[in-house]
């Protein structure tokens, strides 16, 4: 597609309850990203992965929470028995191998749990 | 390990007045330097980027960014400020992944 697309925007989940997040990223990006980022706070770092294999996962905050890309494109995060604390927006991003080209973002997935 | 610092978490500024948001860094490898814009309730854009070369990088809408790698800096400039930029500057850095910093708030006042 033309740009990172993610699906719900919008999710409201009572806590304790499990969600999933998809993102789909630019077609032919190799890299994926996934980024948490609370109100009024900077984009912080989940996990990243390079076609299927998940490379970094050293920001995640706890077990809860796990990523997988088994085909290489499509991406899913899903956070289980939700808490308050995990009320944010989740930001997908893509981008082509290298470091030095852009990482381009999704709009987010709005979380709010209650 | 890398990570950005933004002194600033908010800047007010006269509309038609410049303004500098400041970003310093640290990383232990080869430097990529990024500034994200994000407009109220949009998803972060890229405002321009600093990979190598000339040392001052520009955007299409004005703003501009010096690398200083003896300060270890990336401060975003533009000389004359409009109301549409009212929206939160992120400065980041790229390894493998990219480490964002907490942000700066521009408003822009009348």
């Known amino acids: 597609g033309a740009g990172v697309s993610q699906s719900p925007r919008y999710k409201v989940a009572k806590r304790g309850q499990d969600v999933a997040l998809r993102c789909d990223p630019i077609s032919g990006h190799v890299s994926l990203f996934w980024y948490q980022q609370a109100l009024g706070q900077g984009p912080e770092f989940l996990t990243y992965f390079q076609n299927e294999a998940q490379l970094d996962k050293s920001g995640l905050p706890s077990d809860r929470f796990f990523a997988e890309r088994p085909e290489g494109s499509v991406s899913t995060l899903k956070i289980q028995r939700t808490q308050q604390e995990d009320s944010a927006v989740y930001l997908c991003?893509?981008?082509?191998?290298?470091?030095?080209?852009?990482?381009?973002f999704g709009e987010g997935s709005w979380l709010t749990v209650v | 390990a890398q990570s950005v610092t933004q002194l600033d978490s908010q800047v007010p500024v006269f509309e038609e007045a410049p303004v500098e948001l400041r970003c310093n860094y640290s990383?232990?490898?080869?430097?990529?330097l990024f500034w994200y814009v994000q407009y109220p309730n949009q998803g972060l854009q890229l405002l321009l980027k600093y990979l190598s070369g000339s040392t001052l990088v520009e955007s299409i809408n004005g703003f501009e960014a010096e690398f200083n790698k003896s300060q270890t800096s990336f401060h975003l400039r533009k000389p004359s400020v409009h109301i549409s930029d009212t929206a939160e500057y992120f400065c980041a850095v790229r390894d493998d992944k990219i480490i964002f910093g907490k942000g700066t708030r521009l408003h822009i006042l009348p």
């Open positions: 991003a893509s981008s082509q191998g290298g470091s030095g080209n852009t990482i381009y």
């Open positions: 990383s232990s490898v080869s430097v990529y």
